[in-house]
């Protein structure tokens, strides 16, 4: 029989929950079927089969909480018969499981059965961190409750096990004697109102994930914001005159996502601390400009990405957001289009909002956000006013590395090439 597991998910997914069985008990499945479906905390992943058989158990069902190299399901391989069943049965992973077994198996399969359990339940207790530093950690034989993170979220990452390898026995102690300080984290529950109506919802993961690393850049983060506003005059014209063109062209509408990342761009290569990333006591300053679009899906907000787009003309860079946010609405996003992005841009105009603090996406120390186009009356000079459509534009930035300075002069460097697009085609 084979043990079907959860598969290594990427660097900084260790866990997820299972959505939906997409084959049941004693179907027949060829190798490359879809068997199950896995939420993630940023996308939704299919788990295939490697090899043709029928399904014989299911060892976890939808809405549980699964870990990389957890066991879910076991499959018989076509041609397997009774006796190839019972030389599988001591198992100790799928054993405890089986309840349909022979009594006669029963007692080979007891032995296993606190193991596993045992097992199962240290699996769930264990900190957040990436398949790569768990493999490190069972090698090294380092328990990694007792690692110190450098990540700002709490990650443990591969070289955090390396150097807990390497330091004294006395430094994981004080660690754990920290660890109990996060006990006092816990939110009090609210009683139901008497009498009145209630529904109450689990949140999915993505929701739980969203909730907890919005809390975690607040708390770890030294986030400020700071304002200004644009006269949108420049672009709106360039659009009405260009949009037929445009569009024959290119077989893509000329947005003003375009221009904002192109401008966005333009002022990370004169600020470049706002295109870095802080990793323990050191900046990390990327010479690269893969930015995120924050797309809002129905299972919450996700972040693909628009890689090098510095490279990119407008055309292209219309055509990859319009890309990705049809993959995000239709829940289609793979997990290398979400990672890696290193600032981010979010539009709250299109869901009416005229003015709002963008929270950071770790970690990324800074994030433009946009708003509403409304008509106002703006001074042009001492004797005229006229009407113009202004938008607010809000950078929400890390203090840590990035001084008000610089934050306020990179928004006025991105209000000036707003203002005059034609200077974004003249980005070197």
């Known amino acids: ?67 990389v190299g957890d066991i879910i399901a076991v499959l018989k391989e076509n041609g397997e018969g009774a006796g190839d069943v019972a030389s599988e049965a001591p198992a100790p992973s799928v054993s405890h499981q089986q309840a349909a077994q022979p009594a006669a198996e029963a007692p080979a399969a007891a032995p296993n059965k606190p193991a596993a359990e045992s097992e199962q339940r240290k699996e769930t207790d264990r900190p957040l961190a990436s398949p790569a530093a768990r493999k490190l950690a069972r090698e090294l034989g380092i328990d990694l409750s007792k690692v110190e993170a450098r990540d700002p979220l709490g990650r443990v990452r591969p070289e955090d096990v390396k150097a807990a390898s390497e330091k ?36 999915s993961r993505r929701r739980q994930t969203i909730a907890k690393r919005l809390v975690e850049v607040q708390q770890t983060a030294a ?21 037929d063109a445009f569009l024959q062209q290119n077989d893509v509408k000329l947005g003003y996502m375009s221009f904002f990342t192109k401008a966005v761009v333009g002022a990370l290569k004169q600020f470049p601390l706002l295109n870095a990333e802080i990793q323990g006591d050191e900046v990390l300053l990327k010479k690269f400009y893969d930015i995120g679009i924050a797309v809002g899906a129905e299972e919450g907000l996700v972040v693909p990405v628009v890689r090098d787009a510095d490279k990119l003309s407008f055309a292209g860079i219309e055509k990859e957001i319009l890309s990705l946010g049809k993959k ?22 299109i869901f009416g909002s005229l003015m709002s603090t963008p929270i950071l996406n770790a970690p990324q120390v800074g994030i433009l956000g946009m708003h509403g186009i409304k008509m106002r009356p ?25 001084d008000g300075r610089e934050a306020v002069s990179f928004l006025a460097k991105v209000k000036e090439m707003l203002e005059d697009p034609e200077s974004l085609l003249l980005q070197g």
């Open 328 to 349: 995000a609405r239709e829940n289609k996003l793979t997990l290398s289009e979400l990672q890696g992005g290193t600032f981010t841009i979010t539009n709250g105009g």
């Open 378 to 402: 703006i001074a042009i000079d001492a004797e005229r006013m006229e009407n113009r459509p202004m938008m607010y534009i809000a950078l929400s930035y890390d203090h840590r590395i990035v």
């Open 1 to 67: 029989m084979i043990e079907i597991k959860v598969p290594e998910l990427a660097e900084s997914i260790s866990e997820g929950t299972i959505a939906q069985w997409l084959k049941n008990v004693g179907d027949n499945v060829k190798k490359g079927d879809n068997i199950v479906e896995l939420e993630t905390d940023k996308v939704n992943i299919e788990i295939s089969a490697d090899y043709d058989g029928i399904i014989q158990e299911v060892l976890r069902k939808e809405g549980d909480t699964v870990e």
């Open 168 to 203: 004294p026995a006395s430094q994981p102690e004080q660690k754990a004697a920290r660890a109990p300080e996060k006990k006092q984290e816990s939110t009090p529950k609210t009683a139901d109102v008497p009498g009145k109506p209630v529904e109450r919802m689990k949140l």
């Open 223 to 243: 986030m400020l914001t700071t304002f200004n506003e644009v006269d949108m005059t420049a672009i709106n014209d360039i659009r009405k005159r260009r949009k």
